[in-house]
């Protein structure tokens, strides 16, 4: 019949059939929930603070030092254990995870604002415990919603995604203050209220924004990373300049007002940046026809017939190979698992070697950095130093936490795409690093804790990065939500061994040895305070030995992956790509 048919439109959007405002187009993007999965994640690090309002807690509630680090606990494993967000997200929207992680973490933080501020009679320490950690568990959620949909949206970039994502987070802490401070003044109670509503807001706000959306290719992307990267690094640079100068000088409530205003400018400057880069794609789209080739029916006809014919083979063949592959559940575990970078079940994943050797190499890492953050107000304290410069301490591992983040990102990125330096190796090199700053605690000279401080913070947020990295590339991104929340298992696990365990209790005999020298008893004194360089020291030694085992695991890995490294980890996205279309509004 050869009957032909050719259609050409213009000023469409592809999907939708008719035109979209700009705006709706401008949601619904992929660059505009980029955006606003920044604003979640430069809020979801209010876990990082506990070293500026555990004084607080500790001074209005009594504790001792092994009291608070068991709070520090409990905000990390609310913090590391995510598994309960992954599977909520395996089941359910993008926006309930959002919605029930700012509601947790308003709950948990605002009874702790309570309780610190005397507005409730005083929580026993177990209900303590469980406020903490249902607050800190709240950022797993925020984690889960835009940083698993952020990775999804740009699979080839995850390593620049996630390095830019996890660097807001790392932020986070910083930003927090130089907002509070601007609010609240310098009360360290008010910044326990503003950690319980300030980021449940933002969550509650973009709810609905960050969502996943089918993959395409912009050939422009690594350039609009780049952009998001000098933005932050101005951001950085500016708070960490505002924090030298709050502790060198004496800043008025205008002052910080406006400290903070510039802070919050440059947090939209990204904003700026996606809508820029969405109008290019509407106009893109609205320019250029859009045209529908020729088809001929009698040719339909025929694929048809081929494509039923074709349909019928294969599906004999795939009864024949199930048949043949009916084996074992044990087998599929523990036996049968995929090729590295292929989808992984949860469980073949969790019983993997390579899985097995994350959790020491994390339980390691994670576990020594988090117990010096968790201990630096502590640390500056016994050392004899000023809170404000306590505060400087706490904002510069907050500072060069993000620093960390962004350079693992980008720059393992980079040397895994030009010369095929595999992320675990330089995972080993962050664990060997953060070994010097913890020895300079162990071992202070004046002013080491400002290094020690840059250095811990730097090696702390680039392991985040790696470990997300190295998880989504070795066991695929199917159940990516769930493996990288049980990638960091073996945090709260470090942390409760090496911080409450050994760190803490190091401490306060270290106190009581003071108190004895005195004459007096612990009865005697409200707060267990130590002072001196031997307050820490053992304890930190202590630290170094199993950061340093870490690094040496994590080496095992390095040696079991190296093949899987050499070759093209990405080729499969790179096959399956769609062609760039602009995102449809949910329906």
Same mark, same amino acid.
């Given at each position: 019949?050869?009957?032909?048919?050719?259609?050409?439109?213009?000023?469409?959007?592809?999907?939708?059939?008719?035109?979209?405002?700009?705006?709706?187009?401008?949601?619904?993007?992929?660059?505009?929930?980029?955006?606003?999965?920044?604003?979640?994640?430069?809020?979801?690090?209010?876990?990082?603070?506990?070293?500026?309002? #555990?004084?607080?807690?500790?001074?209005?509630?009594?504790?001792?030092?092994?009291?608070?680090? !068991?709070?520090?606990?409990?905000?990390?494993?609310?913090?590391?254990?995510?598994?309960?967000?992954?599977?909520?997200?395996?089941?359910?929207?993008?926006?309930?995870?959002?919605?029930?992680?700012?509601?947790?973490?308003?709950?948990?933080?605002?009874?702790?604002?309570?309780?610190?501020?005397?507005?409730?009679?005083?929580?026993?320490?177990?209900?303590?415990?469980?406020?903490?950690?249902?607050?800190?568990?709240?950022?797993?959620?925020?984690?889960?919603?835009?940083?698993?949909?952020?990775?999804?949206?740009?699979?080839?970039?995850?390593?620049?995604?996630?390095?830019?994502?996890?660097?807001?987070?790392?932020?986070?802490?910083?930003?927090?203050?130089?907002?509070?401070?601007?609010?609240?003044?310098?009360?360290?109670?008010?910044?326990?209220?503003?950690?319980?509503?300030?980021?449940?807001?933002?969550?509650?706000?973009?709810?609905?924004?960050?969502?996943?959306?089918?993959?395409?290719?912009?050939?422009?992307?690594?350039?609009?990373?780049?952009?998001?990267?000098?933005?932050?690094?101005?951001?950085?640079?500016?708070?960490?300049?505002?924090?030298?100068?709050?502790?060198?000088?004496?800043?008025?409530?205008?002052?910080?007002?406006?400290?903070?205003?510039?802070?919050?400018?440059?947090?939209?400057?990204?904003?700026?940046?996606?809508?820029?880069?969405?109008?290019?794609?509407?106009?893109?789209?609205?320019?250029?026809?859009?045209?529908?080739?020729?088809?001929?029916?009698?040719?339909?006809?025929?694929?048809?017939?081929?494509?039923?014919?074709?349909? #019928?083979?294969?599906?004999?063949?795939?009864?024949?190979?199930?048949?043949?592959?009916? +084996?074992?559940?044990?087998?599929?575990?523990?036996?049968?698992?995929?090729?590295?970078?292929?989808?992984?079940?949860?469980?073949?994943?969790?019983?993997?070697?390579?899985?097995?050797? !994350?959790?020491?190499? +994390?339980?390691?890492?994670?576990?020594?950095?988090?117990?010096?953050?968790?201990?630096?107000?502590?640390?500056?304290?016994?050392?004899?130093?000023?809170?404000?410069?306590?505060?400087?301490?706490?904002?510069?591992?907050?500072?060069?936490?993000?620093?960390?983040?962004?350079?693992?990102?980008?720059?393992?990125?980079?040397?895994?795409?030009?010369?095929?330096?595999?992320?675990?190796?330089?995972?080993?090199?962050?664990?060997?690093?953060?070994?010097?700053?913890?020895?300079?605690?162990?071992?202070?000279?004046?002013?080491?804790?400002?290094?020690?401080?840059?250095?811990?913070?730097?090696?702390?947020?680039?392991?985040?990065?790696?470990?997300?990295?190295?998880?989504?590339?070795?066991?695929?991104?199917?159940?990516?939500?769930?493996?990288?929340?049980?990638?960091? !298992?073996? #945090?709260?696990?470090?942390?409760?061994?090496?911080?409450?365990?050994? +760190?803490?209790?190091?401490?306060?005999?270290?106190?009581?040895?003071?108190?004895?020298?005195?004459?007096?008893?612990?009865?005697?004194?409200?707060?267990?305070?130590?002072?001196?360089?031997?307050?820490?020291?053992?304890?930190?030694?202590?630290?170094?030995?199993?950061?340093?085992?870490?690094?040496?695991?994590?080496?095992?890995?390095?040696?079991?992956?190296?093949?899987?490294?050499?070759?093209?980890?990405?080729?499969?996205?790179?096959?399956?790509?769609?062609?760039?279309?602009?995102?449809?509004?949910?329906?």
């Amino acid at each position: 019949m050869g009957v032909t048919t050719t259609t050409t439109t213009t000023g469409t959007i592809s999907g939708t059939g008719k035109t979209l405002p700009f705006l709706t187009h401008l949601i619904w993007g992929r660059w505009f929930s980029l955006f606003a999965s920044f604003l979640v994640m430069a809020g979801a690090g209010a876990t990082y603070l506990f070293g500026v309002y #555990s004084k607080e807690i500790k001074s209005s509630l009594g504790y001792d030092q092994t009291t608070l680090n !068991l709070l520090g606990f409990f905000k990390d494993l609310g913090a590391n254990v995510g598994v309960p967000s992954g599977l909520v997200a395996e089941v359910t929207p993008t926006w309930f995870v959002l919605l029930l992680g700012s509601g947790l973490n308003f709950c948990g933080y605002f009874m702790i604002w309570l309780a610190v501020t005397n507005r409730i009679s005083k929580p026993k320490v177990w209900q303590m415990c469980l406020y903490i950690c249902i607050g800190a568990n709240s950022q797993n959620f925020a984690n889960t919603g835009a940083l698993v949909t952020s990775v999804s949206n740009f699979p080839e970039s995850r390593g620049v995604v996630l390095g830019l994502l996890k660097g807001f987070t790392g932020l986070s802490g910083a930003i927090m203050t130089q907002i509070y401070l601007a609010v609240y003044g310098n009360d360290s109670k008010s910044l326990i209220l503003l950690i319980a509503w300030l980021p449940a807001a933002i969550s509650v706000v973009f709810v609905y924004t960050i969502r996943k959306i089918s993959l395409v290719r912009q050939a422009n992307e690594l350039k609009m990373f780049y952009q998001f990267l000098y933005v932050s690094v101005f951001l950085a640079l500016f708070i960490m300049a505002m924090t030298i100068a709050q502790n060198q000088a004496t800043f008025s409530t205008t002052a910080y007002a406006g400290s903070a205003s510039v802070v919050i400018f440059l947090l939209f400057v990204p904003l700026f940046i996606s809508i820029k880069e969405e109008l290019n794609i509407w106009r893109q789209n609205n320019q250029q026809p859009v045209s529908i080739p020729e088809v001929k029916i009698d040719n339909m006809i025929d694929q048809h017939h081929e494509h039923i014919e074709q349909e #019928s083979t294969n599906v004999t063949n795939r009864k024949s190979t199930d048949g043949n592959r009916k +084996t074992s559940c044990f087998a599929n575990v523990f036996l049968n698992k995929p090729e590295r970078g292929e989808d992984y079940s949860i469980l073949q994943a969790l019983l993997s070697t390579d899985m097995l050797i !994350l959790f020491v190499s +994390t339980f390691c890492g994670l576990g020594t950095s988090l117990t010096a953050v968790d201990n630096m107000g502590q640390i500056g304290e016994s050392l004899g130093y000023p809170a404000k410069t306590i505060k400087t301490f706490v904002s510069l591992v907050s500072i060069w936490n993000y620093f960390g983040r962004i350079f693992s990102g980008f720059v393992s990125e980079i040397l895994l795409a030009k010369y095929k330096f595999p992320r675990p190796l330089m995972f080993s090199l962050v664990l060997f690093l953060s070994c010097v700053g913890l020895l300079m605690i162990a071992f202070p000279i004046p002013g080491s804790v400002y290094v020690a401080s840059i250095i811990i913070g730097f090696s702390f947020g680039a392991q985040l990065p790696l470990i997300f990295a190295i998880i989504s590339e070795l066991f695929g991104l199917k159940y990516y939500s769930t493996l990288f929340n049980c990638g960091q !298992l073996g #945090s709260p696990l470090g942390t409760y061994i090496l911080n409450v365990m050994v +760190t803490g209790p190091l401490y306060d005999r270290e106190a009581k040895k003071e108190l004895a020298r005195k004459g007096l008893t612990r009865a005697a004194v409200k707060e267990l305070v130590c002072m001196g360089s031997r307050c820490y020291r053992l304890s930190f030694i202590i630290l170094t030995c199993v950061c340093c085992f870490g690094g040496l695991a994590s080496l095992i890995l390095v040696v079991r992956t190296r093949e899987f490294y050499n070759g093209d980890i990405y080729k499969k996205f790179r096959d399956g790509v769609q062609p760039k279309t602009p995102a449809e509004p949910p329906k």
